[in-house]
């Protein structure tokens, strides 16, 4: 796969991955505040989403969805730790640790490739840039 695709491809899932996580919670958050910056994270994801997958098809890339295995072990989990807390601090802190591992994974794939399109480099700091803003804020949840 070419260093294109594998942006494009870490954007759409790493947004796919944000948009999942995020639905699971909404039914969960009773924090009126919290609730309402994850509607606007979700609908950054969103728009990442969209946005990698138009440009997976303009560059004619097929986008790669979330494996099922790794959809039902991050469902899985968000369960298993809301089990023992539903409290707005530990969901926040749980968004944080997902949004700092897209943080360290867009560095690090920005890093393997070099050879990406200025277009598509761009899409992936203007992400990292979303995820680190998305820590910042909910770190007033803590």
């Known amino acids: 796969m070419n260093d294109n695709a594998r942006l ?6 790493n947004a796919q ?12 958050v009773e924090n009126k505040e ?17 946005t990698a997958r138009r440009m997976l098809e303009e560059n004619g890339f097929d986008e790669k ?8 072990s991050t469902y899985l989990m968000i369960n298993m730790q809301l089990l023992t807390d539903k409290s ?24 393997d490739c070099e050879d990406a399109e200025q277009e598509i480099r761009n899409l ?3 992400l990292q ?3 680190e803003h998305n820590i910042d804020k909910l770190k007033e949840f803590l």
Do not use: P
């Open 34 to 50: 919290l609730k309402e910056h994850l509607k606007a994270q979700f609908q950054g994801y969103e728009e990442f989403q969209d």
């Open 65 to 72: 969805e979330i494996s099922a295995f790794s959809k039902i």
């Open 8 to 13: 494009l491809n870490f954007v759409y899932q």
């Open 17 to 28: 991955m944000g948009v999942d996580s995020i639905r699971q919670l909404m039914g969960i």
């Open 129 to 131: 840039k979303f995820e």
């Open 124 to 126: 992936m700091e203007k």
């Open 88 to 111: 707005t601090t530990h969901i926040a802190e749980m968004m944080i640790q997902g949004s700092n591992m897209g943080v360290i994974d867009a560095i690090k794939n920005l890093n």
